[in-house]
């Protein structure tokens, strides 16, 4: 059985969704506090938070575990910058629980959400995974952290991981059964949609005087079963290789803010205010990855590679939450 640690979650919930086609019995345990039981439609379903570590040691009495999936992170860059507490409480505190209690039960697999937060400001890109790791931001730094505990867990413990670094995950499941939830993110595509349905009266663009084509930030957006299908690749890769590896997972395309308004207004076929503001701290210029690794050596692909396509998923499962 499979463990998927944040699995009402945004990610979590997608990939759970992709091991049950593919066949796998799954377990998710959430603490619902950003994730939602409506969106556990696969598998069971226990309600635990990683700050209990008696409980995570009871569930893996209780469920024959072979490997771990750990999503349950807090993930805005912004907010980690004001209230770093947070995130290394829950995130890094969080996660050496969750490390500790699979150590004493004897669980040797995990899968780990990293993010491209890990490399700071690029020094050449696209960015791959022997790019120096130089986080910008508290949440960088709680991922940057953990993937040392995973090494050092590996060395000391015999732990096998796969971690995963994550540009930026978007767009929904095609057949709308899951997506992200109303409220619960503060990353661009969600926020601009919501500007389209009224839910926020505009879109703040956050920099415009960065040194890029349009003056804003590049990003690289991953569609969310794109992420999907990478991480059950990477599951039957390390229970076939028992094998530790980092992987990119981005599409390799880089796009600016104002392209993605711009693909959101085309989309909707809808206006809405755009205001331009000062830099987001915390922000590097351009994130673009190089996934070749991953491409190669597990054969992945990524599908969605157009930022019209990932909106369109996006604005569909936008509607469907909000009965428009
Ligand atoms: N942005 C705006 N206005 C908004 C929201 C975001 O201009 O209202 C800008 C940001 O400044 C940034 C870009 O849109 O330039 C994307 O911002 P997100 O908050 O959506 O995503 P981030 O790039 O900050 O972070 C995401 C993930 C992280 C990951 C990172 C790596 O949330 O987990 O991508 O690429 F580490």
New binding site residues.
Partial sequence: MILIVGGAGYIGSHINKELNKQGYKTLVVDNLSTGKKELVKWGEFVEADLADKNKLLEIFDKYKIEVVMHFAAS????ESVTDPAKYYRNNVVNALNLLEAMKEKGVKNLIFSS???VYGVPQYMPIDENHPLNPINP??QT?YIIEKMLADFETAYGLKYVALR?????GADLDGETGEWQGSS????P??LDAVIGARSE?????TNYPTPDG?????YIHVSDLASAHVLALKNLLDTNKSEIYNL?NGRGFS?RE?ITAVKKITGREFGVVE?S??A???AV?VASSDKIKAELGWKPKYIMIEEIVVSAWRWHQKKYKI
């Fill in positions: 993930k805005a860059v912004g993010s491209a937060a949440y960088g991922k994550y540009f930026n995950a978007c503060q990353n661009l595509i926020q601009v879109i703040g663009i956050f920099g804003t930030c590049v990003r690289d981005g803010v993605v503001t830099r987001r915390g922000d590097s994130l």
